[in-house]
């Protein structure tokens, strides 16, 4: 049974941080890509970062240069830092694993940005 589970979201102010984990069992993981995705309500859920299996990673643009992210593959896990947070970067944040045909999510955990 493979299970993702987020953990790392809450309130924060805008300018502030958060550091997102997910923690995966069920999949080898070190063969995934590792990628977190975001939504609001009305939107199409988006691509914010991956790590791909080999190590390499991409950002959406808008995300360019104040999220980070890693994997540790001896502990199954993926984080997501988000550094300068703003206020649009409020939404439910989802982890992914990603192998050929294979899609597994997590359940989401809310991160809000606002004074």
């Known amino acids: 049974q493979v299970q993702l589970v987020e953990s790392g979201g809450g309130l924060v102010q805008p300018g502030g941080s958060l550091r997102l984990s997910c923690a995966a069992s069920?999949?080898?993981?070190?063969?995934?890509?590792m990628g977190w995705y975001r939504q609001v309500p009305g939107k199409q859920r988006e691509l914010v970062a991956v790590a791909t299996s080999g190590g390499s990673t991409n950002y959406a643009d808008s995300v360019k240069g104040r999220f980070t992210i890693s994997r540790d593959n001896a502990k199954n896990t993926v984080y997501l830092q988000m550094n300068s947070l703003k206020p649009e970067d409020t939404a439910v944040y989802y982890c992914?694993?990603?192998?050929?045909?294979?899609?597994?999510w997590g359940q989401g955990t809310q991160v809000t940005v606002s004074s």
């Open positions: 069920g999949i080898t993981f070190s063969r995934y890509a």
């Open positions: 992914n694993a990603h192998r050929v045909t294979f899609d597994f």
